[in-house]
Each structure stands twice: as structure tokens, then as C-alpha cells.
């Protein structure tokens, strides 16, 4: 019989990465592991259980929330306090952080930036969705309060980040900043198993993914590279395929083991991008560099922005490095002229 490594088998082989390993990281991990389990069986019962539709609230971003996105925040929020390795998470359905102070919280060393659910509009019509989190040791010293500067730490400093995508299997995807590695949930032992090991994200891809919807607002560089993928070039394989679920998690998952790019640039109604940096680009862009992608805002890369704001935003450009040097070679040569 094959040996099958579990998640929590597997992070705990593993442990020995962190240097002031005490076991607290793979606790943290196996805690997301059941909150992602929680959140998979409600995602699979959608369609059949009133946990479907609108709560008729807005979050921090005016958007209109469903009821899985508050599902999926109280379960991964409920998890992470009870993990007692977290003292606090930035959570895009949370204007403020959210502090853990009490009981076993208050020795713990890590905060967590989280989308608790992603792609939520995708939820009534059976589409992948996902979770996306980011973990970083706090700056603040152990026994004081958590201060904002915990959450505002650049992506490069992420002690490591990952996804759930729940589609037509689960899968767990994280990195510790030792390259990407996918489990798979096993629905009959309730295990998340490790399925693709060590992932690389291909140098090449045929695949461009954004919103073409928005074309006529995106930066001039931006739709000159649309029109390039789009351009008959043998010697290229162009044209290229056009894939976009509305999932950033979906859609980065699929160009990461396929080879393709991702943009979310920025346009007249969003004009600072769309996706968020905390908990959105900046977690999926360190799994993309530790799978051998590259993540930019167009300019800089992503990891190293400073962030001001939990809830700011961010253009988001992600995938093969061979495609990311071509759109950033047309975003620098229409923005000069
Ligand atoms: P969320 O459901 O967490 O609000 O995120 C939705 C995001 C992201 O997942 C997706 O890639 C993007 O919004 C889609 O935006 P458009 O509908 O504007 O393309
Ligand atoms: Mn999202
Ligand atoms: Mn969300």
C-alpha cells in the first residue's frame, strides 16, 4: 500500500525548519487545517442548507457579505484562538483586528492576516472558492498587547502563508519559505494528504487571467499586453488561453500548475487595484516567489511593499516569470511614452 504523509504528519516532520521550533507553528497549522474542514463541509452543503445568501451587511469594504464569508470568519477566528499559538488577526470581515488576550493567547508568538473566504460570489452558482492566510511572528514582546505595527509587517517578512481552495477537491496549499507543498482532503479519513509535493510554478504559461470586463479602464500597458497575448505568434505558442473564475485563489492556483499570469491592475473604479495586500497579495504572492513565480504591483515586488493600512489595497501582477517580464517590458515601455 503507498504511505500516505498527512498535513499534521508531515508539519511536524518538518518543525524542525523554524529555529525556535517549540512545536507552536505546528499547532497553528493543524488548527487551519480543521477550520478549513469546518468551512468545506458548509461549502459542500451550500446549495442544500439556508447558509445560502445575503446577510444584508456590508464589510469594512463596502461590500455586500454572504452568509459563508461570516461562517468562515467565526470558524477560522474560533480555531486560531483556540490554537493558543495566536494573539491576534487582521480579517477582511473585521474592521479592526481582532485581539486574542486571554488564557493561552497571551504567550503566543504569532498574528495572522486572513481572507476568510474568497471569491464569495461564486458561491451560489458552484464555483471554487478559497481561503487565504498569512502568518508572521509578532514584533510586539510576548505578555504586552498587540499593537497594529504586528499586522503591518511587509510580506517579506511572512514566517509563512498558504490557501485553501474548495473546488471539486479540497486542497490545502502552504509554504513556509521551503517551497510550496498542496495537500489534498481525503473526505473518507478526513485528512488533508500530501498530494503535490514541492510545486513549481512553470517559467512559461499559456494562460492570461484578469478581468477583461475592465478593459476599457486599465492602463495602457496593460491592454497593449492583452492584445499580445491575444496575437497569433507560432514561435510563442499565441494566441494565448483566456481562464478567469473571479477566485483570486482559483485563478492563481490553476496558473501555478499550469504556467500563466494573473493581473488585477488598477482601473477608474479602483483606482489603487482591487485586491487587498495583507491578506490577499501578500500571502499569495510568497507562495508564488516560493514556487518560482514572481509577484509585482506592476513595479515593485509585492513582498516588499510597506504596508499602512490592514485593509489597504494593491494592482496585482502574479505568475510565470517568463510572462511577468513581458507585461512589466510593456507596462514600462506605455507608461514612458
Ligand atoms: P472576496 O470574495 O474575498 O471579496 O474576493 C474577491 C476578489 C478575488 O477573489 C477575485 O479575484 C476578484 O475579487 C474578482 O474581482 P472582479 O469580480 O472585479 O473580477
Ligand atoms: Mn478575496
Ligand atoms: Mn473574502
Redesign the pocket.
Known amino acids: 500500500m503507498t504511505k500516505v504523509t498527512t498535513l499534521n504528519q508531515f508539519i511536524i516532520e518538518r518543525q524542525s525548519e523554524f529555529p525556535e521550533a517549540t512545536g507552536g507553528f505546528s499547532r497553528l497549522l493543524h488548527h487551519i487545517g480543521i477550520a478549513a474542514k469546518k468551512v468545506n463541509r458548509e461549502v459542500n452543503k451550500a446549495g442544500l442548507v439556508d447558509i445560502l445568501g445575503r446577510t444584508g451587511v456590508e464589510n469594512v469594504?463596502g461590500?455586500e457579505q454572504q452568509k459563508l464569508d461570516l461562517y468562515a470568519n467565526e470558524t477560522f477566528l474560533d480555531e486560531l484562538r483556540a490554537s493558543g499559538e495566536c494573539c491576534g488577526v487582521a480579517s477582511?470581515e473585521n474592521e479592526e483586528v481582532v485581539l486574542f488576550e486571554e488564557g493561552l493567547a497571551q504567550g503566543a508568538r504569532y498574528v495572522v492576516c486572513m481572507?476568510p473566504?474568497?471569491?464569495?460570489?461564486n458561491i451560489d452558482v458552484n464555483v471554487s472558492v478559497g481561503t487565504i492566510f498569512a502568518i508572521y511572528r509578532r514584533l510586539s514582546p510576548v505578555g504586552e498587547r498587540v499593537g497594529q505595527g504586528d499586522f503591518l509587517q511587509p510580506g517579506r517578512a511572512l514566517a509563512a502563508a498558504g490557501y485553501v481552495i474548495y473546488g471539486s477537491s479540497t486542497m490545502l496549499v502552504y509554504s513556509s519559505g521551503n517551497g510550496v507543498n498542496g495537500f489534498t482532503l481525503d473526505p473518507s479519513i478526513g485528512e488533508f494528504c500530501l498530494s503535490h509535493p514541492d510545486i513549481r510554478f512553470p517559467q512559461r504559461g499559456r494562460i492570461y487571467s484578469i478581468?477583461e470586463g475592465?478593459y476599457e479602464r486599465f492602463p495602457i500597458g496593460v491592454k497593449k499586453y492583452i492584445k499580445y497575448c491575444q496575437e497569433k505568434d507560432a514561435r510563442t505558442e499565441r494566441p494565448y488561453t483566456s481562464r478567469?473564475i473571479?477566485?483570486?485563489?482559483a485563478?492563481i492556483h490553476r496558473n501555478m500548475l499550469k504556467g500563466g499570469i494573473y493581473i488585477?491592475p488598477e482601473t477608474e473604479s479602483h483606482p489603487r487595484g482591487?485586491?487587498r495586500l495583507q491578506y490577499?497579495c501578500n500571502p499569495m504572492a510568497f507562495i508564488v516567489e516560493q514556487a518560482g513565480g514572481r509577484a509585482t504591483d506592476g513595479e515593485r515586488r509585492i513582498l516588499d511593499l510597506e504596508p499602512e493600512d490592514v485593509h489597504q489595497r494593491t494592482p496585482f501582477y502574479a505568475g510565470s516569470e517568463a510572462m511577468m517580464e513581458k507585461v512589466t517590458d510593456f507596462l514600462r515601455f506605455f507608461d514612458s511614452i
Do not use: A, W
Open positions: 469594504q461590500e477582511e481572507d473566504l474568497d471569491g464569495s460570489s478581468n475592465n478567469y473571479g477566485s483570486l485563489v485563478d488585477y482591487k485586491l490577499e
